[in-house]
């Protein structure tokens, strides 16, 4: 059967087309509450997708500490860049 048409602003970002892409941005919403609704809606999915489930195995945590480390060693790559040993020749 085919699938019931959705509304633009139901739509999730990975199914919209490139075209309907400029229309899409138009229904979000921008304003502080907004942004950080979609924030917090963020969280809840990564938390209830990885975090939260019945058979749950270490993939979430995992996921989480790589992208602390990744994000750790960003904000220190600069000092690290300049405590490497130099040859001066």
């Given at each position: 059967?085919?699938?019931?048409?959705?509304?633009?602003?139901?739509?999730?970002?990975?199914?919209?087309?490139?075209?309907?892409?400029?229309?899409?941005?138009?229904?979000?919403?921008?304003?502080?509450?907004?942004?950080?609704?979609?924030?917090?809606?963020?969280?809840?999915?990564?938390?209830?997708?990885?975090?939260?489930?019945r058979?749950?195995?270490?993939?979430?945590v995992?996921?989480?500490?790589?992208?602390?480390?990744?994000?750790?060693?960003?904000?220190?790559?600069?000092?690290?860049?300049?405590?490497?040993?130099?040859?001066?020749?």
């Amino acid at each position: 059967m085919a699938d019931k048409p959705v509304a633009l602003a139901q739509k999730r970002l990975m199914d919209v087309k490139l075209g309907e892409l400029p229309s899409w941005f138009g229904t979000r919403d921008f304003t502080p509450n907004g942004l950080i609704g979609s924030v917090r809606g963020g969280y809840e999915r990564y938390y209830n997708k990885y975090i939260n489930v019945r058979k749950g195995g270490i993939g979430g945590v995992a996921m989480f500490l790589a992208g602390y480390i990744a994000l750790s060693y960003l904000w220190e790559y600069d000092h690290i860049k300049h405590d490497r040993w130099r040859k001066y020749h």
